[in-house]
């Protein structure tokens, strides 16, 4: 890409022991079959030579190239650990289901425990089956990590969540190839579950690291479709069970860094490359639950019925109308009715409703309007003109509950420095950067209550995701990996400094 | 009830041959225990004596009494197999859940068999496993028939179908009490998988013997659910599945008579006790198929959606306006939708639609609106109002597919003439009876296409039925089967007479 400035590494003899980031020269090269290469250098015998150090105190790390064909390689190869349904004629024109703690899962898991350990890291599993990779560096502490997720929707692509971790391990294949040594260790996480797809709470075993999840609620998490089978049971029988406690306090981080794709349409709408993520919107999901009156399609005059699914119809029809309103966003993702039989009026719905704002009080204001018309409506008043030209029925009962609740969260201003300036260094461009809000909840949200954090977004084509045709360009995925590496080491830099 | 008037039977010596229900007199009573009762009689021993064979001669059958204790402890123990939700603390109080050829459906097939075997039938099983119990009468000739269903809806009630059948039941029996021989034969059918709950075409055995439905189509439906269980496969596992060919050129009926609750609120809010049923209102059953885009809930601005739970959502909406706008019935039983997760909305929803009204013409014209308004709206066009409010989306892609058409179906005079008469007799009152369409397709309906049928309605409480709490009184079951057993005597009289 005409915007990438791509300089080829040049190696000199001048060292800097202000630099965090540090490029090992070739006779200090660690055998590929080491597992602790960091380990085995001794101060004594480590010799820095860089050309680059004056650039490196200068925040340009472009030397440290990210290898594009090996990220997008090594990406669609472990695709097939989950592998979706086919939208395309190619073979990575696949999407993905790999459900959390599902055989598939397991499989990427293992993959990612393999790779990182022969990439020079130690490997973590807490109590969530999270999954902690760190790669040591000169001094001891807490890592800077990269992080995000391998599970997938049950209908999901090949970017949400594997991107990030993906771009955590061409971090550390890039500074295995450069040799660099940072000041503390750095590390990428596999969060469990963020989907919660198949345990129904996103992002649970990074809410339990925060210790705002409890471990006991998070592991008897019981899967959706009318399976038995729990978090914790899954845990344990992929063998993910960690006997290290799930807590920030047991695996405390230095700061999470999240590259993602944006799942939305803004970046491609405006020709940018990188968004900034300085917060991620505020978001509550609801079950709404109607009882109204099973009974016999052909008997049952309108005005008789108590409708259920009438009712839910016109709620989520009407919900719509309020996010409208309100300029949020309203989604239902899940509807069951009961008994679903053709010629039996349904006497029993349930719905999701999915709500979400910029700020927490546009929720607020659109969940009060919501509750206020839902009952309404339930009892047969009309609201807007919604029941125009129709029979009036029954009263129907609506119960509203409320499953989960994320608030508006507000990332490290040192974490979103990190994030543009890197963004700036690799596009070469602030006008190909944008700050960004995130419309989705992802790890980083439970991250940034324990650490700084920040996250970077890529172009999502069409702005599609959860979606087997979701889709970034490999140049993309690239850029978005080099910021993310960049990242991680301008905060390792500011650590060393402080 | 102070309308029935309940005379106490007294037989004398007068004989007359041109009564076709005759009474026995108690020296020719026949041992219990005889499968064959009127084989045993040849004329030479036949001593007809009865005061009533003058009433007889005039319609008055009152002293065919129906044991309403012993009608319903019989349909209530059979209720044994296939219990249902529990809705009350009485015994009675649950619902039914027998599928059509399930385990519990069996065992009240194998109950029906051996019952009315007992009872001087002689049964065949068809190749849809229908079930004809036929009991002999003074002529060889097609027989008389009471029919109805034993299937339930797997949410359904304790006397949809089955208060017909053991009114079938208490006709034998008091046949038999009574020792009365009938002109022509006369029986009791069990028609299969009435309801279309399990194998998605209602009626589908009555229409394979009307020859309307071709046996190998019938045969080769599905379960729903997702199970692999065909009609045939289920026929064959449970043992019914006869080597008569289901058609009405193998087993030609006389008449079929019906006795049904009415499932609807119109006997129960006029205060009467009998509809005398004239017809079918017309009916078609569509399934509305949506595509739009799977995407996050969180990242994707309302004007990037082709939510296609949305759109299904405004279409259930208007389909109830245009129902209340043609006088017309609309209805969703079943939707389901895809992928199915809180935070994507979904790219796909599929639902079903039956739409009814009594004159064809109706149905048609309901159709054509919703045709053509669905197609406007999912194009994001506005139609009455519906999009007020709301954020203009992606367009969506909408099919509409015809799984099963119910022409209007109006009955035979002479059946309707026997019902009438029969229920102005029971109840004493013509006040007491009205004429009604039915608003629910019965075996009835095919019937009605291969030989002269009618219908007898008793009220239902509240409505209410394929729900649990469905219920029809005791009395007003012995009403009921008072009057189809009068009605199956008079139309054998009245082929006696031509």
């Known amino acids: 890409m005409a915007y990438l400035i791509r300089r080829s590494l040049q190696l000199h003899g001048c060292e800097s022991h202000l630099a965090t980031a540090r490029y090992l020269s070739p006779v200090n090269r660690l055998s590929p079959a080491s597992s602790r290469p960091f380990r085995l250098l001794s101060p004594k015998t480590r010799h820095y030579s860089s050309t680059r150090s004056a650039d490196v105190q200068n925040g340009d790390f ?122 503390f260790p750095v590390g990428v996480v596999n969060w469990t579950n963020e989907e919660g797809a198949r345990f129904p709470m996103s992002m649970s075993a990074s809410g339990v690291w925060a210790e705002d999840i409890p471990l006991e609620q998070a592991h008897n998490l019981q899967e959706v479709g009318g399976g038995s089978a729990t978090m914790k049971s899954e845990l344990e029988r992929i063998g993910y069970l960690g006997s290290v406690p799930a807590s920030y306090q047991s695996m405390p981080m230095a700061a999470h860094f999240e590259l993602h794709i944006e799942q939305g349409p803004i970046l491609e709408t405006e020709q940018q490359k990188v968004g900034v993520v300085k917060g991620v919107q505020a978001y509550k999901w609801f079950t709404i639950d109607i009882h109204g009156r099973d009974a016999h399609t052909g008997t049952t005059p309108l005005k008789s019925r108590a409708d259920a699914m009438l009712l839910a119809a016109r709620l989520i029809t009407h919900s719509h109308r309020l996010a409208t309103i309100h300029g949020a966003l309203a989604s239902t993702g899940i509807l069951t009715l009961s008994p679903g039989s053709t010629n039996t009026i349904p006497g029993h719905v349930s719905f999701t409703l999915d709500i979400r704002a910029p700020a927490d009080a546009t929720v607020e204001a659109t969940e009060a309007d919501l509750k206020r018309d839902f009952a309404a409506l339930a009892a047969g008043d009309d609201v807007d003109g919604l029941l125009a030209h129709s029979t009036p029925g029954k009263p129907l009962s609506v119960d509203f509950r409320t499953d989960f609740v994320s608030p508006a969260t507000i990332f490290h201003p040192d974490c979103i420095a990190a994030v543009r300036a890197s963004a700036e260094a690799v596009t070469g461009s602030a006008s190909l950067v944008r700050d960004m809000t995130s419309g989705a909840g992802h790890d980083s949200v439970y991250a940034s209550r324990r650490c700084p954090t920040s996250m970077i977004f890529v172009p999502s084509k069409n702005g ?29 830099r500011l650590r060393a400094a402080q």
């Open 62 to 183: 472009s030397a440290l190239k990210v290898q594009q064909g090996r990220l997008m390689d090594t990406l669609h190869q472990t695709c097939a650990f989950g592998t979706g349904k086919r939208w395309g004629t190619e073979p990575t024109e696949t999407g993905m289901s790999r459900l959390a703690l599902s055989d598939s899962d397991k499989q990427a898991r293992d993959w990612f425990v393999e790779t990182t350990k022969a990439l020079g890291c130690k490997v973590t599993v807490d109590a969530m089956g999270n999954t902690f990779a760190v790669r040591p560096g000169r001094r001891e502490g807490p890592a800077t990590f990269a992080g995000s997720h391998l599970d997938t929707q049950p209908s999901g692509g090949r970017y949400d969540g594997i991107l990030g971790i993906q771009a955590g391990i061409e971090m550390l294949n890039v500074l295995k190839d450069h040799q660099v040594e940072t000041e």
């Open 464 to 492: 599609v995701s959860h979606n087997p045709e979701e889709y970034t360009g490999p140049e993309d995925c690239a850029i978005g990996a080099e910021v993310l590496l960049q990242s991680v080491l301008r905060y390792d």
